[in-house]
């Protein structure tokens, strides 16, 4: 059996005009000879399919106001391949009366469209929600013939002022009962992720009818979709339950145009998690990452062909590619983008599939050579990025050898006259770049299309953050080995993108190799709003559930511990979040029970991918604990039962992981009492990051030696004694002047924030570079622990997993603090 597939090609210089206005590994070598066309290409063989039946969606939204003179409303068909903004397909709404549209859509039966309404008058305007966000997509459908009612909520022109009401339930396996963790639902243009409960909440719903859908990301469970009413005030509770979908083989066979570059990875790019899609908004409007794409194999005949294990009955919209959804995509004849779709039959597959083109219109392909400086390290992968009209994903380039890399660009060209572009380590654009382009908002380098082909010869003279280094000296000091279960650890920075999913192999083998036992990944939440608070994982800011489990197992399987430390991403920031809070009383509520399926969704995360211990705790949540106070030291308001409260979620905590707990505290000058119901714990997690001189010139080791020692001995372990509990001692010190009194000068006054020296903040010019200070300050405080055997671990914080820059963050990658971990782990494991 053959299944349907669709190619739908659209000419897209109105829609990228849209976009515009819309939006405010491992490589084989390449002989450079290989850049010539292939002489002898094979035929392909085309799809001979079987039509897929279709289904007549029928969509109905209700407008909050009339349109205006000369406007027109138009429904959005997204492609997520592509970018969200990039290739849409508009169709315009036929009046039913003023405040009601509809139109007629045909699709193939089993599709999912994702949608969204966009009001054309002088300005093109998008729908937004009622906490004025803008709505990503809408979702469909298409199990049979089915009206879709939706009610828009507002403009972003014309912010909502109205009522509002809810959604909650939870998603769970019809078969099972199990609940589903990071099930999408979707209902009103808002959406939210499952938690490993199962839970869902959709704030902000105008009173109505909404169409509520959930989706998986893997596309593993069947669609489910019905209408949900909403008034105003009330949470309307909406349990859904969703049918597990059979895997079946699926192989992808493609013929490739004959001037595809010989030795350059052909990809898939798709929409589901396997397939690249990140569910995020990304540079440039993109959701696709070039490094999570499948790679297909060349075969003997020179097509390309691919196997996966795929849902059957599952929508598969897909394309092939040299970059990523956007770039370096196939092409039809006319230069607009592919998009395919498969409906995954129930059997096994062989999808026969040719490229028309790589380019689009009459410009000429343009093929990019760049020369790396020779300290570029051995597996970084260099990629390139474009700016058409805002910096988009970086792609990887492809290697040559001999510090030379290429990459040769064929679309899409007809869009473009002079653009932008950049080189990068590991696709760190903006953190790890070459040094002429460096920056978030680095200009970049400038080129032009042409009729004619382009070679464009470029040199990096060096990368930011990576100078050339003479090796690190280490005075040998005599270690005392630990006994027991010491920890030797190393804790992930918490900041997180999509393309970092591919290096953590790497970086898992780079901390194994500092003599590690721990590795400590910090997957987070966003809190986005604190009234209503809205506190859930978020695509492309948080890592989604699978990704975590990756990472996790990626250090597994170097036998390494692995250690989940779960923390709140606080927005707009720590201190605007906890003012803007109401703290009233079902406001607390609320608060407790999302941090509650925060900590247990995170011991779920840990339990079930074999992780060793789980951290809680930190400073973000200071204000909710028992006699919790603001940053500015008002009183927060917390409960009263708040001590009861927090003994329940880590009851409930424990009843789901059997590993060990253990409670992070922060220590940046004095230590605080310690809530009681630590004694539910097994350990304490020390954020220390306490000044050790008084003033810079005393910043000795010998000084900073005995100022850690008397920080231990005079305010530690009284502190320990008090709850009985073991201490891992977690260090936190920027490469920065001034770290060591405990205060970076802010540029304004006052104290920097250590994080603002972090990847991918800009950097602060006025704070000095000072490598051997963060050398030091570790260098105290481990000779302080090397004489201190009540102390059960050290750990090192803020490690940057893409790549390794001497830059003034507290991240040790790459730099000589790591040099100097690599002498003392092993030798505190008596190795």
């Known amino acids: 059996m053959k299944p349907r597939h669709h190619s739908i090609m659209v000419q897209v210089s109105a829609a990228f005009m849209l976009a515009l206005v819309s939006m405010s590994c491992t490589f084989s070598l390449l002989d450079w000879g290989s850049l010539a066309p292939d002489e002898n290409p094979q035929p392909g063989t085309g799809p001979t399919a079987t039509p897929q039946p279709l289904a007549e969606l029928t969509f109905n939204v209700d407008l909050p106001a009339p349109l205006g003179q000369g406007e027109t409303l138009y429904i959005a068909v997204l492609d997520e391949v592509t970018g969200l903004a990039l290739n849409p397909l508009l169709y315009q709404m036929q009046p039913v009366d003023t405040l009601r549209y509809t139109f007629k859509l045909p699709v193939p039966l089993g599709s999912v ?7 054309q008058g002088a300005a093109i305007v998008q729908e937004d929600t009622s906490l004025g966000q803008l709505v990503r997509y809408r979702m469909a459908y298409a199990g049979g013939p089915a009206a879709v009612d939706d009610k828009l909520t507002s403009w972003g022109d014309q912010p909502y002022t109205g009522p509002t009401g809810r959604i909650n339930g939870t998603v769970t396996n019809a078969q099972t009962g199990a609940a589903i963790p990071n099930a ?13 409960l199962g839970q869902y909440s959709l704030e902000g719903l105008p009173p109505g009818t909404h169409n509520l859908v959930a989706y998986a990301l893997d596309g593993t ?6 209408g949900a009413a909403v008034a105003q005030d009330q949470t309307t509770t909406a349990p859904i339950s969703v049918t597990s979908l059979p895997m079946v083989q699926v192989t992808f066979v493609v013929s490739v145009p004959p001037n595809t570059v010989v030795g350059a990875p052909v990809r898939l790019a798709g929409n589901l998690l396997s397939l690249g899609n990140s569910y995020a908004d990304l540079n440039g409007g993109l959701s696709g990452v070039a490094s999570r794409m499948p790679t297909l194999a060349q075969t003997s005949d020179g097509r390309y062909s691919l196997t996966l294990r795929l849902p059957a009955g599952a929508d598969i919209r897909y394309k092939y590619t040299l970059g990523d959804g956007f770039w370096n995509s196939e092409h039809n004849q006319d230069g607009g983008f592919v998009i395919r779709q498969l409906i995954v039959p129930n059997v ?16 000429a392909p343009i093929t990019f050579e760049v020369t790396v400086p020779g300290n570029t390290p051995a597996n970084d992968i260099v990629h390139i990025q474009f700016n058409p009209y805002g910096w988009t994903e970086p792609i990887p380039m492809w290697p040559v050898g001999n510090n030379k890399w290429i990459y040769k660009l064929f679309s899409p060209l007809n869009m473009l006259g002079s653009f932008g572009y950049r080189y990068c380590r590991n696709g760190q654009c903006g953190a790890a770049d070459d040094v002429a382009t460096a920056g978030p908002t680095g200009s970049g380098r400038t080129v032009s299309t ?4 382009e070679n464009i010869q470029d040199s990096v003279r060096g990368w930011t953050w990576w100078p050339e280094a003479d090796p ?3 005075v040998a000091v005599p270690v005392t080995a630990r006994q027991g279960a010491f920890w030797t650890g190393i804790e992930f920075q918490r900041s997180y993108h999509p393309n970092w999913q591919g290096l953590y192999p790497q970086a898992m083998q780079n901390i194994q190799a500092l003599g590690s036992n721990f590795a400590i990944i910090t997957p987070t939440w966003t809190a986005s709003g604190a009234n209503p608070l809205i506190f859930a994982p978020t695509p492309g800011q948080d890592p989604l559930w699978a990704d975590a489990q990756q990472a996790i197992q990626y250090g597994r399987a170097l036998n390494l511990n692995v250690a989940v430390f779960a923390t709140p991403r606080l927005q707009p920031s720590y201190n605007d979040f906890w003012a803007q809070a109401p703290r009233g009383s079902a406001w607390w509520d609320a608060w407790f029970a999302r941090y509650r399926a925060f900590a247990i969704y995170h011991a779920d995360l840990a339990g079930q991918s074999g992780a060793q211990a789980l951290i809680l705790g930190g400073a973000e949540i200071l204000p909710a604990l028992p006699g919790g106070t603001l940053p500015d030291g008002s009183p927060s308001n917390v409960p009263a039962d708040a001590e009861t409260r927090w003994r329940a979620i880590l009851g409930d905590v424990r009843a789901r992981f059997g590993g060990q707990v253990l409670w992070a505290v922060p220590y940046e000058n004095t230590l605080p009492t310690a809530p009681a119901f630590t004694d539910q714990v097994d350990a304490i997690y020390l954020l220390w990051s306490a000044p050790m001189a008084s003033n810079p010139s005393g910043a000795t080791v010998e000084a900073m030696t005995t100022e850690a020692g008397r920080r231990m001995d005079e305010q530690l372990l009284p502190f320990l004694a008090s709850i009985r509990k073991p201490v891992v001692i977690a260090i936190n010190y920027p490469s920065a ?14 104290c920097l924030d250590w994080a603002a020296l972090a990847r991918p903040f800009p950097d602060v010019q006025s704070v000095s570079l000072d490598l051997t200070g963060q050398a030091n300050l570790y260098q105290a405080v481990l000779q302080a622990v090397n004489q201190r055997e009540w102390i059960s671990g050290v750990v090192s914080r803020g490690y940057y997993p893409p790549a390794s820059l001497m830059d003034k963050s507290t991240s040790i990658h790459g730099k000589m603090t790591a040099d100097l971990l690599w002498y003392w782990y092993p030798r505190l494991l008596g190795k």
Do not use: H, M
């Open 450 to 453: 042409s009729l004619v082909s």
């Open 184 to 196: 999408l639902v979707l209902a009103g243009g808002v959406s939210a992720l499952t938690d490993s």
């Open 348 to 363: 096994d597959t062989v999808v026969n599939d040719t490229v028309e083109t790589w380019q689009a219109g009459p410009s």
């Open 472 to 474: 690190v000296t280490i």
């Open 113 to 119: 469209v994702k949608y969204r309404y966009i009001r």
């Open 737 to 750: 002047a001034n770290a060591a009194v405990g205060c970076v000068p802010a540029p304004g006054g006052g």
């Open 221 to 226: 469970f069947q669609p489910f979709q019905q």
